[in-house]
């Protein structure tokens, strides 16, 4: 039985090779595919992501536009890493079809309560779409069944030395998401980074005639060329193959929270790996930090790149 998911994205080119997974796998029923501020501006995020599913052949999956900024500081874009349009500076045949008029709030409320079976929700962007469903709409949490999240770090950020770029984009929607309560993953940089295809393997896939694989290629290659190298990550992609292949991460379950203060740590997820014991003592020098959640250590980075490239290539 595929899991039902709703993936949560701010297209950019490692949105879109997680599209263009979780749209050709059969493992997966895509439901619906949310929108928020992130990598680019929104009103660039919603026809990046119609453009992708549409190569994809997959119009058929409502596209929702949410968030177009953070809970409380105005919205940072990445176009150094993801190109001026977000999609590596590729230029793909518009889809014909808009987006859904509903906003992804609303959305993801009446999806997630009417759903026959309970959602996995995939969030590859910014939380604050997520963070506002929980907040406002706390009984969807019935019918979630877990949050597989790409975001945060137990160690080092990209953004900034402390934060991950999702987290610290919107790290007060964060800080809610991770104490939700809700069974949910963090797949972080430990392993985000580690997924990875080469220049052949990306040619490949370009050269293939398939429209999922041959525009996964040749995203690929826009980051291989744009920043000179040989290889590059599947990023988010790597998340959603963790919800079809769930036994190729190595993961453990600790308090965190994140971190809304500090000049240098604002953004940052604060993983609690000490042992219980001493996390309860009495006379903390923190709060409790409450909910535990799964934390992804380590990664099978070869199975999860030939998943990406089987799946895509079908
Ligand atoms: O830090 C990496 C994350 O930030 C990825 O989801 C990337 O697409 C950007 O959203
Ligand atoms: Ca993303």
Known sequence: ????????????????????????????????????????????????????????????VPVVPGADRPLKEPPRHAR???????????ELAPSARA?????????????????????TLVPL??????????????????????????????????ASAAAEFNVRQDPEAADIVVQSGLPTLMYGLEVFGQVRLTRAEAETLAGSGNGAATLAGRLLLSRMDAFNRDASGLGDAGCVASVIDPGALETATHPVRVELDGT?????????????????????????????????????????????IDTVSR
């Not at 890493?81 to 590729?90: E, F, P, Y």
């Not at 906003?103 to 009417?114: D, T």
């Not at 940052?268 to 934390?295: F, K, L």
Request: proline letters at 6%; charged letters at 20%.
């Open 125 to 158: 962007a910014p939380l604050t779409n997520i963070a506002a469903l929980l907040t406002d709409h706390p009984e969807v949490r019935a019918n979630i069944e877990r949050i597989a999240f790409m975001g945060g770090a137990i160690g080092s950020g990209n």
């Open 1 to 60: 039985m595929p899991t039902d998911v709703i993936l949560d994205v701010d297209t950019g080119v490692d949105d879109a090779l997680a599209l263009l997974l979780a749209a050709t796998s059969e493992e997966l029923n895509l439901l619906a595919v949310t929108c928020v501020h992130g990598n680019v501006t929104l009103d660039q995020v919603v026809p990046n992501t119609l453009n992708v599913l549409a190569a994809a052949g997959r119009d058929d």
């Open 264 to 308: 240098w740590t604002r953004g940052e997820t604060v993983v609690d790996q000490r042992p219980a014991a001493t996390a309860s003592r009495e006379e903390p020098w923190q709060p409790p930090m409450n909910a535990s959640i799964e934390v992804a250590t380590d990664v099978e980075a070869a199975r999860y790149a030939r998943l990406f």
């Open 80 to 90: 150094g890493v993801h190109g001026s349009n977000g999609l590596g500076g590729l």
């Open 99 to 119: 987006p859904e008029s509903e906003h992804a709030v609303a959305y993801l409320r009446r999806r997630i309560l009417e759903a026959e079976r309970p959602v």
